[in-house]
């Protein structure tokens, strides 16, 4: 099954409370109202800590920061306002294992690993733009807590070099196919980099972390075998912030999960099979050998006298041979089904 992370990011907007929203919007039923079939719903959700002093060079946090979606006059003020403190990822944290949801965090300095000393994430991710913090991917390492590599401005030289310094301490390693680019516009995805991910890292799960808009990308890449999808959520799209645009919104959030599960029960098996659902269909539409005339009782049948119609349940064209040459037992009107028990 798919592992599906809602990625809150800085979404939460530097509140608590609308982080555990946003915990209850990913951890709500989701239910094929069609076929009436519950489905797994949302595997995990994300958080990001940032140590601010191992962040921006000082020009940058002192920048004038007059964007429409700042929450400061500069922009460290700006970084600053949307951070969440160790005890508020705690909070989340644990508000979040009571829903029975896995709780990620991506550390993006190894000033954020004090937070370990209150908890232990299920998993711990790797930011895109991190996966050359060779000092960072080092003590993640240690932790010895499973990893996931986002490759969203990397190539396979980046990648190996990273994935060489995690597996000197554990293999549980997993690598998202990503493009850094918000929104991504659809010519620069390139799904079939999956497919790659997954030839050249057997080893390891392979996934996919989206930043296109709407749901079609994230669901096709499961039909090209991605293993994990992460992907921002949010409660209202509009809110104030550079993700929001860029998220799934509630309904969005449900109809990405709904659509994901329905996929990887249709996805089935490298096979050609008829369903059990298909037989009562295969009786009512395909078709039979029936009577073109009226057939009179000791008539021998020549295929003059037969063509096909519906329902399914007698004899096939193929095995019109079963037929032809054979005597009626009875009268058989036109267009009626001939069935073995009408001939001799």
């Not at 490759?151 to 994935?163: F, H, N, Q, R, V």
């Not at 080893?203 to 994230?218: E, L, Q, V």
């Amino acid at each position: 099954m798919t592992y599906i992370i809602g990625e809150i990011g800085q979404n939460h907007n530097g509140s608590v409370d609308l982080c555990k929203l946003l915990v209850d919007v990913a951890s709500r039923p989701v239910k094929d109202k069609l076929f009436n079939q519950n489905l797994q719903s949302i595997n995990a959700i994300k958080l990001t800590k940032r140590d601010l002093s191992q962040e921006l060079s000082s020009s940058q946090m002192n920048a004038i920061y007059n964007s429409p979606n700042s929450f400061g006059k500069t922009y460290g003020e700006h970084r600053a306002f949307l951070e969440l403190n160790n005890e508020q990822h705690y909070e989340v944290y644990k508000y979040t294992k009571a829903k029975e949801l896995d709780f990620i965090e991506t550390f993006c300095a190894i000033g954020c690993l004090s937070m370990l000393k209150l908890f232990s994430p299920d998993k711990l991710k790797v930011a895109s733009r991190d996966l050359t913090n060779l000092p960072l991917l080092h003590a993640l390492a240690e932790t010895k807590i499973p990893i996931i590599l986002s490759t969203g401005m990397s190539g396979k030289k980046e990648l190996d070099i990273a994935i060489e310094i995690v597996s000197k301490q554990h293999s549980n390693i997993s690598i998202l196919h990503c493009v850094s680019e918000y929104p991504t516009k659809y010519q620069n995805v390139n799904l079939k980099t999956i497919s790659y991910l997954k030839k050249m890292y057997p080893k390891y799960t392979i996934g996919y972390s989206d930043h296109t808009i709407g749901i079609s990308i994230p669901v096709s890449a499961v039909v090209l075998g991605a293993e994990i999808i992460e992907k921002h959520i949010t409660l209202d799209r509009d809110m104030k912030g550079t993700d929001q645009k860029g998220s799934l919104a509630i309904d969005g959030i449900y109809r990405m999960v709904r659509d994901i599960r329905n996929v990887e029960l249709a996805l089935g098996k490298e096979e050609m099979q008829i369903v059990k659902a298909v037989k009562t269909t295969k009786n009512k539409l395909e078709r039979s050998i029936a009577s073109n005339k009226d057939i009179k009782k000791g008539s021998v049948l020549t295929e003059k006298d037969i063509h096909l119609l519906s329902p399914g349940d007698g004899v096939k064209w193929i095995n019109k041979s079963l037929i032809l040459g054979k005597k009626a037992k009875k009268d058989i009107p036109e267009n009626e089904i001939i069935y073995l028990q009408d001939i001799e």
